[in-house]
């Protein structure tokens, strides 16, 4: 599935192309290594201390999976946000699509339900555009 390796943009950050937004999946690790990270920092007493944490790969890769779910789950309540604002738009359309299919609910409706109803609306808006002889 080609859709799965997109990437949603964040939010607050507008329409920005996914491809120019940095992966936030760090470099694949071979199984059973870790990444270390240091930072230094200085302290009041002019005396300066160093730190290294090591993070084990499951850890970046249940990060990376969080994200892009996360990022998946924003990109679909925009999308959502996007169709109800259509449909008030297009609301003469969508009351005979009501009629004809059933209203869709949000979470109430099966998935059966809404690949119908979409199919329909489709085959009406291809009828209309003069796609369909």
């Given at each position: 599935?080609?859709?799965?390796?997109?990437?949603a943009?964040?939010?607050?950050?507008?329409?920005?192309?996914?491809?120019?937004?940095?992966?936030?999946?760090?470099?694949?690790?071979?199984?059973?290594?870790?990444?270390?990270?240091?930072?230094?920092?200085?302290?009041?007493?002019?005396?300066?201390?160093?730190?290294?944490?090591?993070?084990?790969?499951?850890?970046?890769?249940?990060?990376?999976?969080y994200?892009?779910?996360?990022?998946?789950?924003?990109?679909?309540?925009?999308?959502?946000?996007?169709?109800?604002?259509?449909?008030?738009?297009?609301?003469?359309?969508f009351?005979?699509?009501?009629?004809?299919?059933?209203?869709?609910?949000?979470?109430?409706?099966?998935?059966?339900?809404?690949?119908?109803?979409?199919?329909?609306?489709?085959?009406?808006?291809?009828?209309?555009?003069?796609?369909?002889?």
């Amino acid at each position: 599935n080609s859709q799965s390796n997109t990437q949603a943009p964040s939010p607050g950050m507008g329409n920005s192309k996914a491809a120019s937004m940095p992966s936030p999946v760090s470099p694949k690790l071979s199984p059973g290594s870790a990444a270390s990270y240091s930072s230094s920092a200085s302290g009041g007493g002019g005396g300066s201390g160093s730190s290294s944490v090591t993070i084990p790969q499951r850890i970046h890769q249940m990060a990376a999976s969080y994200v892009q779910v996360t990022s998946n789950f924003l990109y679909a309540t925009e999308v959502w946000d996007q169709a109800e604002q259509l449909a008030k738009e297009q609301k003469e359309f969508f009351v005979e699509l009501d009629k004809v299919m059933g209203p869709l609910i949000f979470n109430t409706s099966s998935m059966t339900e809404l690949v119908r109803f979409t199919r329909q609306g489709l085959h009406w808006l291809r009828l209309d555009a003069k796609l369909i002889p």
